[in-house]
């Protein structure tokens, strides 16, 4: 693997120097027109902004490239209108670049990056060719864009910061690193990596980030090892590709000696580290990461962090926890989103309590909030679990027709459960056969458990060649059809099954259970 030499001072290369610095030309400039001196001192909000727009259309000085300038400044800021100043930029008759790479930052950092790419084909017709300042925010759409809509436009970006002689800029690299480990091309991320002339903590975050989206979690923890200085998106980068990779047990760890190193954990690493307390069943670890983030008030700063603990509580076995938690998020304006709302949902269905999971089903539309696929899964899951199948077939009915909600895999996936568990099972397989989309394993799987249950061999039978035949390596369709058979006093049939199985190469998974002792996760295999 090509890295970069690890030495030297870290450059901390997260963004460029401001667009617009000032000088005594342009302040004087400024100083020159009330309008441009209260714009620049005293706007507030944007009907400040257009009142004195209006007033330098007006006077003409609209047209000059520093007055309008200050006016894409002030409308691309935070909470502002960014679509007002794309609209100044488009009708200026000749916009700098400041103006241009303006607007593009923020439309990158903003809700529509796809359109940022659009300006800057604009800009391309242009007379102001992009610069060093342009081409990171583009990359960074790419980079939100993702695979459908930023990979080859990304590719496209990098080859034309190679002509322009603007790759080796260590905003435009770093931007570039990061674009590509965001599709997980760790390949060509490694090789931008390797042309850093020093060490630069941006570049080493992003390739940890490239390696850990392409698998390679070993090798990110190589580039973590080698660094001599490392920031908290470093260490969050680490402990979320450990979580990524499926090894949460790793990841606490790391966690533990961030915490001895005295790094203050940001909240993308505790949402990290809670989801690995759920993976886990580590309620004890689980009630400390929550009781650091009460004493930091990280709640109050990420809705995020709400639904985390919710679903770690819940998977952890501690429902009244979570309800706790979920109620006091729900009196606070904007904490508690819809996944909150999905988590403890899901959560109060699996263990058994249906009643408090479609009242809260009920209470969302007061909420201002509307069901989404996930949210079915869980009423799906509460009828099911609760052994009422008219009332889960009536939820998945009202999906489509009441709220717009496609049923999809998951949620057919839910009904046959729900219309097996109950012994319904012919009408189970007739929802299989009648799906539009091809079942999978799991979905017989439902099916075939239930046989197993009720004692329906020959109906088990047909459920296993079918999940078997979705998936021939599942273990579990061969075990549950070889108990149907058995469970029918078939010995042979129990046996062919099980022969079947050695002759795919398919080894039975060992059971595995946890348990926490002081703060530990302990393993037992079966």
Request: charged fraction near 20%.
């Amino acid at each position: 693997m090509a890295m970069a030499p690890l030495h030297g001072c870290p450059t901390a290369a997260t963004a460029p120097p401001p667009l617009l610095p000032s000088s005594a030309s342009i302040s004087a400039f400024i100083a020159s027109d009330p309008a441009l001196t209260l714009l620049h001192t005293r706007c507030a909000s944007m009907a400040h902004l257009r009142q004195l727009h209006a007033a330098l259309v007006k006077s003409g000085l609209a047209r000059d490239p520093i007055a309008a300038s200050r006016a894409v400044a002030f409308c691309a800021g935070p909470e502002r209108d960014v679509s007002y100043a794309e609209r100044i930029v488009r009708h200026h008759p000749r916009p700098n670049s400041f103006m241009w790479n303006t607007v593009i930052r923020a439309l990158s950092d903003g809700a529509r990056p796809d359109a940022a790419l659009a300006l800057f084909v604009e800009m391309l017709g242009s007379p102001t060719p992009p610069d060093r300042r342009t081409l990171p925010s583009l990359l960074s759409a790419c980079a939100r864009l993702g695979l459908d809509g930023g990979a080859g436009a990304g590719s496209a970006l990098h080859g034309m910061a190679l002509k322009l002689g603007l790759a080796g800029d260590a905003y435009v690299r770093n931007a570039a690193i990061a674009m590509y480990a965001s599709r997980g091309a760790a390949d060509e991320a490694l090789a931008l990596f390797g042309e850093c002339p020093e060490f630069d903590v941006v570049a080493c975050n992003s390739a940890i980030v490239a390696l850990a989206r392409a698998g390679r979690v070993d090798e990110a923890r190589e580039v973590f090892d080698g660094m001599p200085e490392r920031t908290v998106a470093t260490w969050s980068a680490m402990v979320g590709a450990y979580a990524r990779a499926a090894r949460p047990g790793e990841a606490l760890a790391l966690f533990s000696a961030m915490q001895a190193g005295g790094v203050e954990p940001n909240a993308n690493v505790l949402v990290t580290v809670l989801g690995c307390c759920a993976a886990l069943g580590a309620l004890e670890q689980g009630a400390w990461a929550h009781a650091y983030i009460d004493r930091h008030g990280v709640t109050m700063m990420n809705a995020l962090v709400v639904t985390a603990l919710v679903d770690m509580y819940c998977k952890c076995g501690a429902v009244d926890k979570a309800r706790e938690v979920f109620d006091a998020a729900r009196s606070q304006q904007g904490l508690a989103k819809l996944s909150s709302w999905n988590s403890m949902m899901q959560g109060l269905a699996v263990h058994g309590q249906w009643r408090e999971a479609i009242t809260l089903f009920s209470e969302m539309k007061s909420h201002g909030l509307r069901p989404d696929n996930v949210t079915f899964i869980a009423v799906l899951t509460a009828y099911g679990h609760a052994g009422m199948p008219d009332e889960a077939k009536a939820a998945f009915a009202s999906m489509a027709s009441e709220h717009g909600v496609e049923p999809g895999i998951e949620h057919y996936g839910c009904l046959v459960d729900a219309l097996a568990r109950a012994g319904r099972l012919q009408e189970a397989e007739e929802a299989i056969l009648a799906m539009p989309v091809a079942p999978d394993a799991a979905v017989w799987g439902a099916l075939l458990s239930s046989c197993r249950l009720h004692g329906d061999a020959d109906r088990g039978a047909r459920a296993a060649r079918e999940a078997v035949r979705c998936d021939p390596r599942d273990s579990g369709a061969y075990v549950l059809a070889a108990s149907v058979a058995a469970g029918k006093g078939e010995g042979n049939a129990a046996a062919g099954v099980r022969g079947r199985m050695r002759e795919a190469g398919v080894g039975k998974v060992p059971g595995c259970s946890m348990i926490e002792v002081n703060g530990v996760v302990h393993e037992f295999v079966s």
